[in-house]
């Protein structure tokens, strides 16, 4: 059995765009509006020489109905329990919000090895927000542009070692 990743994060911050990359389909909705992954979506996901399964996650829509949203935190929550690692993904345009926070405990109390993901980090827009992410207490975040492919190289590094 491969080792499987669970994408977390709050809506719109590029979790099924980070899932498209690895797993180079179409599989993931990519929408502007936040929360559009309503489906948990599994991929084999390809980087370099490493292979791996990739969970995608809606997030936990704001404004969203309560069934709704219970719906979707239950979601993320059995993709964490279920995964063998995470990757944390932030917006590193917007810098790290209470629902960031939020996430950041639920994944920090399942206590498996996390990648903290600072994404749409391309160009100098996203330094400040990737700077703030330490702040999280993941870890080291890594500069990342899913939509651009930027930062490839620091994800396999970091893959490599939680692999
Ligand atoms: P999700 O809700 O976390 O799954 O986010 P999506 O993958 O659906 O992306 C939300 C929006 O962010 C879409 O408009 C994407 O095109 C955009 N986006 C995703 N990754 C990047 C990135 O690396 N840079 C920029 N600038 N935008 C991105
Ligand atoms: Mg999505």
Redo the contacts with the bound molecule.
């Keep these: 059995m491969s080792f499987s990743l669970a994408i977390i ?12 990359r690895l797993t180079g389909k179409k599989l ?5 509006r ?4 309503r489906d948990r979506r599994e991929g084999a996901a390809k980087l370099a020489d490493l292979r791996f399964t990739i969970i ?1 996650t ?2 936990l829509e704001e404004g969203a109905s309560a069934t709704l949203e219970g719906r979707m935190r239950a979601q993320t929550e059995s993709a964490i329990l279920s995964a063998d690692g995470i990757l944390f ?1 932030i917006d590193a ?1 917007v810098g790290v919000t209470p629902e960031d926070k939020y996430f950041a405990d639920l994944v920090r109390r399942a206590g498996k090895p996390v990648i903290l993901i600072a ?4 160009g100098k827009v996203g330094e400040a927000g990737a700077y703030e992410a330490f702040s999280l207490g993941l870890g080291d975040p890594v500069p ?5 492919g930027e930062g490839i190289g620091a994800l396999y590094e970091a893959l490599r070692e939680a692999l």
């Design positions: 994060g709050r809506p719109n911050v590029g979790k099924s765009t980070l899932f498209n993931a909705l990519v929408d502007d936040p929360g559009v992954t995608d809606a997030g993904v345009r994404n749409k980090a391309e990342f542009s899913a939509e651009h």
